[in-house]
T-cell receptor, first 115, second 111 residues
Framework: ETGVTQSPTHLIKTRGQQVTLRCSSQ?????VSWYQQALGQGPQFIFQ???????GRGNFPPRFSGLQFPNYSSELNVNALELDDSALYLC??????????????FGQGTRLTVV | GENVEQHPSTLSVQEGDSAVIKCTYSDSASNYFPWYKQELGKGPQLIIDIRSNVGEKKDQRIAVTLNKTAKHFSLHITETQPEDSAVYFCAASIGSYIPTFGRGTSLIVHP
């Protein structure tokens, strides 16, 4: 158990809809990163939030957006869903101090299916 | 940006044999190299990591080696067991934790 929880575990949405995925980070961690993992692929970095601000973004369009709350939990929002958005969405929490990072711990993921 | 290549994509071994997974990275500034194990239906689990100021690290049956000059690092699993069967990912990152992952190696350990 990593202490990182994601909800929901599974979700089915229709193309064009919007979805919100949630992540509760491990106690004491101040950073949350989101990843998209397509079947048979490694996780692809979407973005990272550090102390409620976006701290880096991967090659994903603006319809992927996020939030981090004062308790360091986080949301991933995806608008105008496309079939290719079907994937396992992972969040990882870590404790980042200035100039150094620590290991990240992943949640179990949310399996999103877009039909 | 960083590019991480991982080989092989599939590795099949007999129980008790050793398994080696190799990764290369492109950005010489990368200084943190974690390895993750992902079982079916679960998120990746950190199993071992190494920083650029260390050449080798061992934890029971698992070891990781790093060659900064050649920009490659490897995972070694000795005395493999059926429960080691999973997908293994290497990753590389610079400074704060935004790692780039390899594409994964599916390890199958036959009893």
């Amino acid at each position: 158990e990593t202490g990182v929880t994601q909800s929901p575990t599974h979700l089915i949405k229709t193309r064009g809809q919007q979805v919100t995925l949630r992540c509760s980070s491990q106690s004491g961690h101040n950073t949350v990163s989101w990843y998209q993992q397509a079947l048979g692929q490694g996780p692809q970095f979407i973005f990272q939030y550090y102390r409620e601000e976006e701290n880096g973004r991967g090659n994903f369009p603006p319809r992927f957006s996020g939030l981090q709350f004062p308790n360091y939990s986080s949301e991933l929002n995806v608008n105008a869903l496309e079939l290719d958005d079907s994937a396992l969405y992972l969040c990882a929490s870590s404790l980042v101090r200035t100039g150094a990072g620590t290991e990240a711990f992943f949640g179990q993921g949310t399996r999103l299916t877009v039909v | 940006g960083e590019n991480v290549e991982q080989h092989p994509s599939t590795l099949s071994v007999q129980e008790g044999d050793s398994a080696v997974i190799k990764c290369t990275y492109s950005d010489s500034a990368s200084n943190y190299f974690p390895w993750y194990k992902q079982e079916l239906g679960k998120g990746p689990q950190l199993i071992i990591d190494i920083r650029s100021n260390v050449g080798e690290k061992k934890d029971q049956r698992i070891a990781v080696t790093l060659n900064k000059t050649a920009k490659h690092f490897s995972l070694h699993i000795t005395e493999t067991q059926p429960e080691d069967s999973a997908v293994y990912f290497c990753a590389a990152s610079i400074g704060s934790y935004i790692p780039t992952f390899g594409r994964g190696t599916s390890l199958i350990v036959h009893p």
